[in-house]
């Protein structure tokens, strides 16, 4: 199994929701990010998580929180987003053991859409 | 600070033709080098990368790219495109490190012409 799943593919939501993204692989990948990419612009690392621990947080406001519950599993929360948060949310997963692993595998997105 | 650079926002080739896509990186060691490809709403696709070693490399697709130290370049080639690569093509450095960034580039939108 090479693939990062994420759910919902598409979501719509308002400013006074609260939902949550999910992303999953089962490469035994120990990295995990996620991305937020605009339309026709490059994606933007948000968060990287290694061993389940958050690592890298690029001054994300606080409406997104992210975790990562197991070493499958990573989510983003969401809440009191604004309608500049629309975008497609992109999960990667990448191993840790060796230069040979520095691949990221990308999931297809969550084209997000904030009314 | 590591970053990257796609001089180029749009190409237009024709079918049959070749394509170079240009990449300037700058960072003080030798980086990873990646080139992806990403279709409207979908996921990043990994076309190659570079590590160390041969300084050419070969990828899926078709396509290749030389790393050049004194140029601090990555460019991405193809010799004869097909209708199907029209899309996004983005060049991406990282750094040796467990929970490395990996930082990409604007971007290349590529067209093919019939």
């Known amino acids: 199994d090479t693939e990062v799943t994420q759910t919902p593919k598409h979501l719509v939501m308002g400013m006074t929701n609260k939902k949550s993204l999910k992303c999953e692989q089962h490469?035994?990948?120990?990295?995990m990010y996620w991305y937020k990419q605009k339309a026709k612009k490059p994606p933007e690392l948000m968060f990287v998580?290694?061993?389940?621990?958050?690592?890298i947080n690029e001054s994300v406001p606080s409406r997104f929180s992210p975790e990562c519950p197991n070493s499958s599993l990573l989510n983003l929360h969401l809440h009191a987003l604004q309608p500049e948060d629309s975008a497609l949310y992109l999960c990667?997963?990448?191993?840790?053991?060796?230069?040979?692993?520095?691949?990221?595998?990308f999931g297809s997105g969550t084209q997000l859409s904030v009314l | 600070a590591q970053s990257v650079t796609q001089p180029d926002i749009h190409i237009t080739v024709s079918e049959g033709a070749s394509l170079e896509l240009r990449c300037n990186y700058s960072?003080?060691?030798?980086?990873?080098l990646f080139w992806y490809v990403q279709s409207p709403g979908q996921g990043l696709q990994l076309l190659l990368k570079?590590?160390?070693?041969?300084?050419l490399v070969q990828g899926i697709k078709g396509f290749e790219a030389e790393f050049k130290r004194s140029q601090s370049s990555f460019n991405l080639r193809k010799p004869s495109v097909h209708w199907s690569d029209a899309a996004e093509y983005f060049c991406a450095v990282g750094m040796y490190s467990s929970a490395s960034k990996i930082i990409f580039g604007s971007g290349t939108r590529l067209s093919i012409r019939p």
């Open positions: 960072y003080g060691a030798t980086p990873y």
């Open positions: 490469m035994g990948h120990r990295a």
């Open positions: 570079y590590f160390s070693g041969d300084t």
């Open positions: 998580y290694s061993y389940e621990k958050l690592s």
């Open positions: 990667a997963s990448r191993g840790v053991s060796g230069a040979t692993n520095e691949k990221l595998f």
